[in-house]
């Protein structure tokens, strides 16, 4: 039991995490007041998707998982597959966006609406945002973190630094992770643009990347692959 209840600790991201939950509060608040009860009750339900990926969020680095990652290897694997998996699907199907913009004042709103959408100085922006939301870069981009993340030496600098391990790795999964799934899950008012037949072939080639990444570490390897795990036995 002492595994469950014990070695909580406190990361700023929980800070980070209440302020996203008021401001999409607000949000909702703001767009009940100008839609019918249908939509807020959609928005509502969406919404218990989204506080459900943040709360995954906090369980993998606020509790003993967080802890024990730094002990035990395969429990460092199950805090990465909540981070990279469990935690980006729930906020796409939560779809934030709309509560989160209407967070801001109208005035305040519009201006930058009108600035982001329409301004010159935004033009490479909106070619970044196109860019990313791109399908192939989703699925090149969630790949490619997910490797690089475990090969030793990004690994191990992670572990001996925590600004890395946080907010440079866990931020990187859940940023990939959230453009992988915005390709396969609709997220209001976001659609995929990929064809049902590009979403297959990408959760498929996903699954076999993992699959090759753990037996190489695993099966096909004779000893730990990181320094911080050498302790471990076999």
């Known amino acids: 039991m002492t595994y469950v209840t014990s070695h909580w600790s406190f990361d700023p991201l929980l800070v980070v995490v209440v302020c996203i939950v008021v401001l999409h509060e607000i949000g909702l608040a703001r767009l009940k007041a100008r839609s019918d009860a249908t939509r807020t009750a959609r928005r509502r339900k969406r919404s218990l998707a989204f506080y459900a990926g943040l709360a995954a969020l906090l369980i993998a680095v606020e509790s003993p998982i967080d802890y024990w990652s730094d002990q035990y290897f395969y429990v460092h694997m199950i805090e990465h597959i909540i981070l990279a998996f469990y935690v980006p699907i729930l906020v796409v199907v939560g779809a934030p966006w709309i509560p989160l913009v209407f967070s801001i004042p109208l005035r305040s709103r519009r201006r930058f609406g009108r600035a982001v959408m329409?301004?010159?100085?935004?033009?490479?922006?909106?070619?970044?945002?196109?860019?990313l939301m791109n399908p192939w870069t989703a699925l090149v981009a969630f790949n490619v973190v997910?490797?690089?993340?475990?090969?030793?030496?990004?690994?191990?600098?992670?572990?001996?630094?925590?600004?890395?391990?946080?907010?440079?790795?866990?931020?990187?999964?859940l940023v990939a992770g959230v453009l992988f799934w915005l390709q396969i899950i609709p997220s209001h008012p976001l659609r995929p643009k990929a064809s049902p037949f590009w979403q297959a072939g990408a959760i498929i080639s996903t699954n076999i990347t993992m699959f090759v990444l753990a037996m190489s570490m695993s099966l096909f390897s004779r000893g730990s692959w990181y320094d911080v795990y050498n302790h471990l036995p076999g």
């Open 118 to 131: 329409l301004g010159r100085w935004s033009v490479p922006l909106r070619s970044v945002g196109r860019f």
């Open 146 to 173: 997910m490797v690089w993340w475990h090969l030793p030496g990004p690994f191990d600098a992670s572990q001996t630094n925590s600004l890395v391990h946080v907010w440079l790795m866990h931020g990187s999964f």
